[in-house]
């Protein structure tokens, strides 16, 4: 028998496309809707290709993101140059909204740490794939804000599975006792891997686990752009004032984890195709052809985005392999002696 559910406050869900919410249009510039549906085809075309990539042994192992460009393009759009933003692993579309070059994020799927060099220009951490540690950088970059009563903000992404690691519970709690300026923007994917979200909690949703540390939860259509760029701007206001605030993105990952797993092994091909109706490049695509913003441009941009998503992989593919130094330069400020020694050690000047 299914246990009850507990749930306690109320959560709100923002949406957008379709509702009353939608009644300011255009509430953003007419060349951004266009320039965020650019973004959300390029991201598209940077996973398939990736995917083939990883299919030819360039890529080791790649965790897609289709089905969650409106959440990550949106919610960094968001985002003011000032504010910092923290990827979990599967943040590629989010890195390409803030701005870092395309042959860069193919270089680190690849295997090549440079590939994140200048992140820090663009107020990015870079990628931290132990589940649920962001949350740690997202509420003490808050903190810092808070100590430095500076107005800006910082956006870190997360999954539904990090909700269940201690990480999360303690950064939500420190984020709300000192006024942390954290938007923990959580993207309840429905699963950890293989693990249904409704198996991991038996909370009624993520956005409620916020609200026993003081902090507001709410959750957002993540498959519509517009109703992620506004929950984000409004939750980004109040966390530059000291009001830390989680979102639950829902959404849903239409690919497998990553390029090692194999989704059909626990979830239902019809939930996927399911899924695939309220593919949030398609939603984004009926939109602007109902407000008469669709183009020829536009149209023909698909094959444009494989082009520049081929010029890119092809970048990085002829970039020099990293020197043997830097798989140890870059681990801490000042080198320990025990690392020095296996420097030297695999450089065969060592016994
Ligand atoms: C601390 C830790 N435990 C286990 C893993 C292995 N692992 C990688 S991704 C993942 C699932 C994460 O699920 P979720 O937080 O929902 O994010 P999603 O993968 O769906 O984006 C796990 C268990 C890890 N990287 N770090």
Sequence with gaps: MARKKVYSGSIERIEV???????DFPWIEEDEYRELYRKMMIARKFDEKAFKLQRRGEISTYAPH????????????????????????????????????????????????????????????????????????????????????????????????????????????????????????????KFAISMPVDRQTNSQTLAQKALAYGIEGIQVDGNDILAVIKATREALEKARNGEPVLIEALTYRLEDHTTSDDSTRYRDEEEVEEWK???????????????????????????????????????????????????????????????????????????
């Excluded at 496309?17 to 009644?23: F, I, K, R, S, V």
């Excluded at 540690?133 to 903190?143: D, V």
């Design 17 to 23: 496309m379709g509702t009353d919410d939608d009644e």
């Design 66 to 189: 289709k089905g969650q460009e409106a959440c990550q393009i949106g919610s960094v759009f968001a985002l003011e140059e000032d504010d910092w933003m923290v990827p979990s692993f599967r943040e590629t579309a989010a890195f390409i909204q803030r701005g870092a070059p395309l042959e860069k994020i193919f270089q680190r799927w690849m295997g090549d740490a440079n590939g994140q060099k200048g992140l820090a220009e663009l107020n990015t951490l870079p990628v931290a794939i132990p589940v649920g540690t962001q949350n740690l950088h997202t509420s003490g970059i808050g903190m810092a804000m808070s100590f430095e009563q500076d107005e800006n903000a910082v956006l870190g992404f997360t999954g539904d599975g990090s909700t269940s690691e201690g990480d999360f519970h303690e950064a939500l709690n420190f984020a709300g006792v000192y006024d942390s300026h954290s938007v923990f923007f959580v993207q309840n994917n």
């Design 277 to 351: 109706e309220h593919d949030p490049l398609k939603r984004f695509r009926e939109y602007l052809k109902e407000h008469g913003m669709w183009d020829e441009e536009l149209e023909a941009f698909e094959s444009k985005a494989e082009d520049k998503i081929d010029e890119a992989a092809d970048k990085a593919l002829e970039m020099d392999d990293p020197s043997f130094d830097e798989l140890f330069d870059y681990v801490y400020g000042e080198m320990p002696e025990m690392m020095e020694r296996e420097k030297k050690q695999l450089r065969g000047e060592l016994e």
